[in-house]
Nanobody
Framework: QVQLVESGGGLVQAGGSLRLSCAAS????????MGWFRQAPGKEREFVSA????????NYGDSVKGRFSISRDNAKNTVYLQMNSLKPEDTAVYYC?????????????????WGQGTQVTVSS
């Protein structure tokens, strides 16, 4: 079992940056591929980014490619999402998710564990 706690959300102006963190508790964090998803009011959950268990492979949603960067520190049991050049359409609750498998996937149903989410609001 893995428990996930996100932090780092908040209110930022368009063009600004935020870094989200997701701290995992439990054993064998390095056995899990990690993902970030987001959900805006009235919209479906959307894939943002994912990283393999070694960090050697990453994947990004088309809407964030070139602006967001995912990384992980297995010694700290933490995955990060650096978000730059934020836009109002990035406003959403951001969720961290874990999948006990090597590779990344964009499919939310492939992730077994989820955090409670952290709100990101980008003002214009």
């Amino acid at each position: 079992q893995v428990q996930l706690v996100e932090s780092g959300g908040g209110l930022v102006q368009a063009g600004g940056s935020l870094r989200l963190s997701c701290a995992a508790s439990g054993r064998s964090f390095s056995d899990y591929a990690m993902g970030w998803f987001r959900q805006a009011p009235g919209k479906e959950r959307e894939f943002v980014s994912a990283i393999s268990w070694t960090g050697g492979s990453t994947n990004y949603g088309d809407s964030v490619k070139g602006r967001f960067s995912i990384s992980r520190d297995n010694a700290k049991n933490t995955v990060y999402l650096q978000m730059n050049s934020l836009k109002p359409e990035d406003t959403a609750v951001y969720y961290c998710a874990a999948r006990r498998y090597y590779s990344t996937t964009r499919s939310a149903r492939e992730y077994s564990y989820w955090g409670q989410g952290t709100q990101v609001t980008v003002s214009s």
